[in-house]
DNA sequence: GTACCAAGCAAGTAATTACTTGCATCTCAT
DNA sequence: ATGAGATGCAAGTAATTACTTGCTTGGTAC
């Protein structure tokens, strides 16, 4: 008999206590993303993962409980978006590019949780926390990124924090867009990350 | 005594009838973008407005009412967008700047208002209605005039729409990351425009 | 089979919230 | 002075909400 117990929690039950935890969490997520905190009741949450309202209790001590557990998803952005830089790239547009698709997708991977946190900014000091330098974070690794690409001589003029944000947002823009007003861009995200990439880089009055 | 009820209603009781009403807008319009529609609660608004919650309902028929009056102040946005391009511009640049001030002083100016929207727009169908043709209507109106541009032979090449979300994007982001997360910028608005402005039109890596 | 543990179910509780009613007060135009 | 209209105050109501308690059921490990 050595330590049946630990093998009986991660063997046995285990599987089904994540199960029924995570459709708590899925729920929640939903729920909080499109109603904001206060509109996700635990009696709606326990209903869309089709348990008891008394479980959600069971597994969570509260209801704030279940938001910090959600928060816990984007906390490793920073790591993420600089990673997607690691690569070797053909020239500057392959490379914005790739970051358009990288922080975009991270963007939709998460959108739940990103929608939680506009909406909840100003009500929950976790979010709060969790939040506030977001934002600019993708901003600030391009930006390094383009700095580090003028000091190499491979780019010329213009403020790089400016073309960073005005690159990220862009992005952020069209997410918002889509998932939060459910509006139709007309035109394909990829198709979109061309477009802009060749902007920033030529501008619209370029001489060509 | 012609029609003295009239004049009553405008001149003697009329000023403090509307103080006290807009008071309570104010309070309404602060909260909501604070907390949300469900966040600021008719007790909350009522002690920022300074008023006997009863005096809300004898002002507005429910809460309801408090939110659709405060959205009538974002309908004409697309006219004032359009105005801002009326004038006559020393080149493309003059223009995109004015442009640009226009649109960020216009989301300044109706900060709450546009919060309350970011918020509620899943919950409120009056929000939806109102609030989900705007944020594509700065881009179109840009789009439109830099379009007339291109076929006055004053603009070469480039997507006019991506331009177009490229620079709104911008000033929407910048206008998020103050007004909602606190986020200092580092930079005054104006140089923003600027920059902004320069980079849509020459790009960051223009040979010069 | 028995002990355990997750989950369901019924019921309840204290607080909050939107909204109402009745009455008193104050101001002001006539 | 008088009447009207705007506001305050006290009290209450019905619904909702986060959260609890006690008991039962059903599956799994030994």
Redesign the pocket.
Known sequence: ?DH??I???L???GE??Q???ERILLAARQLMAQKG??????????ELA?????????????????LTELLKEIMDVREQLEQGLQGEFADLKEMLVSYARTYYGLLVERKEIFMICMIEADNHPEVVQMFSSLPMTAVQVLSNKLLAFQEQGHLPKADPFTAALMFVSTFFYAFMAKYRVNLDLEMVEEELFENASEILLQGISGLK
């Open positions: 008999m049946p117990d093998e009986q929690k063997g046995g039950r089904e206590e199960e029924t935890r905190y206060k509109g996700a009741t635990t009696r709606k949450i326990s089709g348990v008891n309202e008394v479980t959600v209790f069971r597994h969570f001590k509260n209801k704030v409980g279940i």
